[in-house]
């Protein structure tokens, strides 16, 4: 049975990136192993941060509500073999799409869209952790947040040097320095 839940963090780990997916009011979390990539794909929504042009996920949501589609919800099915399963559903003439797709890009499209989250009842219990084992109950890793955004605005820092757009340069170059301070 799928119940609903959220993104409770992004946080780093030995095996590289880790989203934990927390059911609603439950006080166990779902680490799904992820890339660098997509967890500032997901830090960026979360933080609901807009780049100067729009990343993949962005672009699939423009194209998905240009084309009346609306993301529903997105189910995180399925643990088989150490693998993660999701599924996107959208909405489309008062019917359902659903279409196959990894957990790292639903979670992405999910909190961009804000679109609720679902994950099946055995994945929790196959794979949850208490939120005790993480630092004593709290999100994990703030740290790991904050590197992940300065990741993304030394990338945007180097575009602009290149693009000679020197103002937003130091715009960003600033933030940076704000955002190291909090380390």
Known sequence: ???PAEVWTVAKAEQGSAVLI?????EVAVPIF???PEAQAILIGLANHKMPRPLTHDLLLATLSELNVKVSRIEIT???EGTFFARLVLSHDGGD???DSRPSDCVALAVRAKCPIFIDEG??????IPISATEAGTAPAKSAEVETQIAVLEKQLQEAVDEENYEQAAMLRDRIKELQSKL
């Open 1 to 3: 049975m799928l119940v």
């Open 22 to 26: 927390r059911p609603i009011g439950a």
């Open 34 to 36: 992820i890339g660098t």
């Open 78 to 80: 399925e643990l088989k």
């Open 97 to 99: 799409l659903i279409l």
């Open 123 to 128: 994945v929790v219990d196959e794979a949850g």
